[in-house]
């Protein structure tokens, strides 16, 4: 390449860097950070709701612009308390429930020297402080639940035996006043080795579990991509909704609600995080442990971000935790959105507390009715990617090249990887297409470094050679 040529390259590179963090600089002045603040309030809540916020960590320092918290909105949508657990060395948050008496019971992870643990207390909303704490040594828990009065039934995931090469995922209870497990199953006795390309320190992602009757559990092995009931007397599966890899049905799903219709057949509702939607399944007709389950609703599809939460309301309307938009919605059987809040970063789960963590009573879409998708509408369109003209990177990426031949399969993996990893390693105040054209930017960067470094070695090369060469 002739001398003006390199420096038309170059000349034309650093016009492309410089475009582009002009663009990323335009982007993020008229940008708006998400923040605790009120949507769309159609119809008051019914009393308060309480949100788990995972917030974002590094080896256990948290974030302090991405915070895990516990916050509470009142009927209106607006805030009544927040606990930081950040300020209380909290490293995530993930499940919280409403107890009879008033109080919450957290669950959330910290780290001591390096090793994560599990947190598991009652907290006392008012003084902000624990009525009882239970520190479990397991790495990451996202869901334990009160039972039977003073036993914590416990998703334990990522118990990996480095040893033997082995998962030791499983459910157990812990007895508070006997301070012991009681109860334990484990997921390598009842699945193949090979079920989710075989096992790894994060088979099963077992990310939730719910008593639903006397000794029946529904669990949430979310890697697994199914939803099943295990029977604590029996020690088997009883019930199983998905199945590994067939992600047309579920795909990486979080927090099912068991209901029932009003003749008895069993009904999953299920917030379905990788396919972007709520569906909620009915069992139509039942042999045994087998059924026969027809996808009956479905709602937001490719409009919610990776949503980890659904609870049906016993008016018919559905509580949704919309992760990736930072917000929880309440939404009507055909999608409208009568009551939203935005809470970043990173909701996990929401409970209405007046009914508690207990959604078998309430009522099915089979029973009220309604079938099919349903779009939603009504949102404030407070953030990104939900009701705004403009379309996310990821969008993008699916939209422009997703049906190209030879880009489409790279564009696809590229689209999921950034909705999975940008939003938590973008800082808060840059907006979402900023952060799209500095990473651009750095790439273009690095290959240009690349090529002056190439370039520079072989001038080198060639002038060693003609040294030689006299």
């Known amino acids: 390449m002739t001398a003006s040529l390199r420096w038309l390259a170059r000349g034309c590179l650093a016009l492309v860097v410089a475009s582009l963090l002009v663009a990323a600089g335009a982007e993020t002045l008229a940008y708006d950070p998400p923040e605790i603040r009120t949507g ?8 308060s709701t309480l949100v788990a916020v995972q917030g974002w960590h590094v080896d256990g320092r948290g974030n302090e612009n991405k915070p895990a918290r516990v916050v509470s909105f009142d009927a209106r949508g607006n805030v009544s308390w927040v606990y930081d657990g950040g300020k209380r060395g909290a490293a ?13 019971l957290v669950v959330n992870t910290i780290r001591e020297d390096g090793v994560g643990k599990t947190l598991v207390y009652e907290l006392d909303p008012d003084t902000k402080t624990r009525v009882w704490e239970v520190k479990f040594d397991i790495a990451d828990t996202h869901d334990v639940d009160l039972i039977n009065g003073d036993q914590l039934l416990v998703a334990n995931m990522r118990e990996w035996d480095r040893a033997n090469g082995t998962s030791d995922d499983r459910l157990f209870v812990y007895d508070l006043g006997e301070d ?19 096992m790894n320190p994060d088979w099963t992602h077992v990310n939730d579990v719910d008593k639903i009757g006397p000794g029946k559990y529904l669990a949430s092995p979310r890697n697994f991509d199914q939803v099943v009931v295990v029977d604590r007397e029996r020690g088997e599966i009883t019930l199983r909704l998905g199945t590994d890899d067939e992600t047309e049905i579920l795909h990486e799903q979080h927090n099912p609600t068991y209901l029932e219709t009003e003749d008895g057949r069993p009904v999953v509702l299920v917030a379905d ?19 026969e389950w027809n996808r009956t609703w479905e709602v937001g599809a490719a409009q919610l971000n990776w949503p980890r939460d659904a609870n049906r309301l016993p008016n018919g309307n559905t509580l949704i935790t919309d992760s990736r938009n930072h917000r929880v919605v309440e939404v009507t059987p055909t999608g409208r959105i009568v009551w939203e809040t935005y809470v970043p970063w990173g909701p996990f789960s929401a409970e209405r507390v007046v009914h508690g963590n207990d959604g078998v009573r309430s009522p099915t879409m089979h029973d009220l009715g309604y079938r099919g998708s349903y779009n939603l509408s009504g949102t404030a369109g407070l953030t990104p990617g939900t009701e705004d003209d403009e379309l996310t990177f990821p969008e993008w990426l699916r939209t422009h090249l997703g049906s190209v031949a030879g880009v489409g399969p790279f564009a696809h993996a590229l689209a999921d990887d950034w909705q999975a990893v940008a939003p938590w390693v973008r800082p808060a105040w840059m907006a979402p297409w900023s952060f799209v054209y500095v990473c651009f930017g750095m790439v273009v960067s690095v290959v240009w470094v690349v090529g002056e470094a190439v370039s520079r ?11 030689v060469s006299r």
């Open 457 to 467: 070695r072989r001038r080198l090369v060639d002038r060693v050679g003609t040294v």
């Open 273 to 291: 995080s990788e396919n972007d939607r709520v569906v909620e399944y009915t069992c139509t007709e039942r042999v045994g442990r087998t059924c």
């Open 180 to 198: 012991r497990i009681v109860w334990e199953w484990y997921f390598r006795d009842h699945y193949p080795a090979s079920t989710d390309g075989g």
């Open 92 to 104: 995530w948050f993930y499940d919280v429930d409403p107890l009879p008496n008033g109080n919450v």
């Open 40 to 47: 769309t309030v159609e119809s008051f809540g019914e009393g």
